[in-house]
C-alpha cells in the first residue's frame, strides 16, 4: 500500500489569508479602542498593519509558525480592545482555514486507489485504468476513457517498486 499528498505551495495561500486576518486585526483595535488607553489602541493597529504588510518577512526570519502569529495577535487583540469573542471569531477562522488547507491525500492499495480530502472521497479501481506509474515526483494515472491526470507528490518513493506493483495489480486485473 501507498499514500501520497499532492505536493501544494500553501504558503503564497498562508501568507494572503494572515494579511487579511492581520488587517482585520488593525481596524478592530481602532474601533474597538478602549477610552483609558486610545493611544495604545493606535499604536496596536499600526503594528497590525505594519505586520500585515510584512508578514512573510517576520514569518521567515524569526521561523514562526504562521498558526503561532495569528495566535500571538489574537492575544494582542484581546489585550488591546477587551474584545473576547471577536479575538475568538479571528482565531476560529485562521484554525478553520488552516484545516481546509489540508491537501488530498491519494491511497494506493491491492483494491484501487483511492483519494480524500476534506470534502470528497473518490475511489477507482484498478480496471478503471491503462496505467499507474511514477516518474521524478509526478504520479500519472492513465484512465481507460482517455482521462489522464497528472500529481506531484511530495514523498519520495521507489520508482521502480512502486510502478512494478501497479503493473502487478493491473496484470491481475486483465487475468481475471
Known sequence: MYTFVIK????????????AILAITA????????????????????????????????????KLNKFLFL?????????????????????????????????????INETGIASKSIFVNTKYLW??????????????FDFKNNRVKYIAIEEVVDEIKFNEYCKKQLAEIKSN
Do not use: H, W
Open 27 to 62: 481596524v478592530a483595535c481602532f474601533v474597538y479602542a478602549k477610552e483609558k488607553y486610545p493611544s495604545i489602541s493606535l499604536i496596536g493597529s499600526i503594528v497590525f498593519i505594519v505586520a500585515s504588510m510584512f508578514v512573510k518577512k517576520i514569518t521567515k526570519k524569526l
Open 71 to 107: 495566535l500571538i495577535s489574537v492575544i494582542s487583540l484581546f489585550i488591546i480592545s477587551g474584545q473576547i469573542a471577536l479575538s475568538a471569531i479571528i482565531l476560529l477562522y485562521g484554525g478553520l482555514l488552516k484545516i481546509l488547507n489540508k491537501g488530498i491525500e491519494f491511497i
Open 127 to 140: 480496471n478503471e485504468f491503462n496505467n499507474v506509474v511514477i516518474k521524478d515526483g509526478l504520479l500519472t
Open 8 to 19: 501544494v505551495d500553501k504558503t503564497v495561500i498562508e501568507i494572503a489569508l494572515l494579511r
